[in-house]
């Protein structure tokens, strides 16, 4: 990536909790400012993004997603999302990680596009903390 000497000053607004670990991750890192470390994060999700977009053909692969199940209405949203993507859905796990918050493992098969589109659809829901996609080429 390229540098550019011409900045642009943005202002957001993260929950406490969340900036708390941000900070605790780039004092850990060693990052001179937040700013260095939303930056580098940035480029990450903008490599990370650039990565999906490339999944292409047959494949096979997995999504994990964290979640907060106390989320109002999350848990139905989830449910409604993955019966629109029956076809591609092989099987799941779900797991409690405390009282709150579950790991869900979904595995996948189909054209890239569509578990991109998955992945994508559970990736921006309203108390999804992450979500994950890995797949692999099907070889013949």
Not at 4 to 32: H, M, Q, T, V, W
Not at 107 to 119: E, S, T
Request: with cysteine; charged share 25%; hydrophobic share 35%.
């Amino acid at each position: 990536m390229t540098l550019d000497n011409d900045l642009s000053r943005i202002g957001i607004s993260l929950p406490k909790n969340l900036l708390d670990r941000f900070d605790e991750i780039i004092n850990a890192r060693g990052y001179s400012s937040r700013s260095e470390g939303i930056r580098d994060a940035i480029r990450t999700y903008i490599t990370y993004y650039r990565w999906m977009a490339d999944v292409k053909g047959e494949r096979e692969g997995v999504i994990t997603m964290v979640y907060d199940h106390d989320q109002r209405g999350l848990l139905t949203t989830i449910t409604d999302v993955q019966h629109e993507f029956h076809e591609i859905i092989k099987a799941s796990l779900h797991s409690h990680v405390t009282h709150n918050r579950c790991l869900e493992v979904i595995l996948v098969h189909g054209d890239g596009a569509q578990l991109k589109a998955l992945a994508e659809r559970l990736m921006s829901q309203k108390g999804v903390e992450s979500v994950k996609l890995t797949t692999i080429q099907i070889e013949e």
